[in-house]
């Protein structure tokens, strides 16, 4: 089986935003590629962040991000629960980062993924067996192709 690549919603919403033309670029092509691949995976954290930011930012866009989101559910999104949350605490714990960030690392280590694509924590970290990419740093091809 293909590595999954568990997606932070930062990267989501770089693919509706067109205000940083590079990002959103970036974005659309990880977007594509996931899709295609069907190796995306999410949690309802990344969703429910997705849309908060979307619906504050745009409040016209309500609809289409929920319609993004429902098709969203394809990826399998992971339920924050106490066993994600347990893991969440001890990886903050050990790695010293955020709290969301942990529990962000927790679902996708939940998810079996072996990639983590997100601008919000440092390229190239393992967070054991979770890999973080930088989808503004990194091509869509050298992670899926692999």
């Not at 629960?81 to 903050?92: C, F, K, R, Y």
């Not at 714990?93 to 280590?109: C, G, M, N, P």
């Not at 440092?122 to 067996?129: L, T, V, Y």
Request: proline share 4%; net charge negative.
């Amino acid at each position: 089986m293909t590595a999954l690549v568990f997606v932070d919603s930062n990267v989501l919403i770089y693919a509706i935003d067109e205000g940083n033309p590079k990002k959103h670029e970036a974005a659309k092509l990880w977007r594509a590629g996931l899709w295609k691949s069907r190796r995306g995976r999410v949690s309802f954290q990344v969703l429910q962040e997705f849309y908060a930011n979307v619906t504050r930012k745009w409040p016209p866009a309500r609809d289409q991000v929920q319609a993004e989101i429902r098709s969203l559910f394809s990826w399998h999104p992971v339920a924050i629960d106490a066993e994600i949350l347990e893991s969440g605490w001890q990886l903050q714990e050990r790695y010293k980062i955020s709290f969301w960030d942990s529990l962000i690392v927790a679902a996708a280590k939940a998810a079996s993924c072996r990639y983590l694509l997100t601008e919000d924590l440092q390229a190239d970290q393992d967070f054991e067996g979770v890999t973080v990419v930088d989808p503004f740093r990194c091509d869509p091809a050298e992670i899926l192709q692999a």
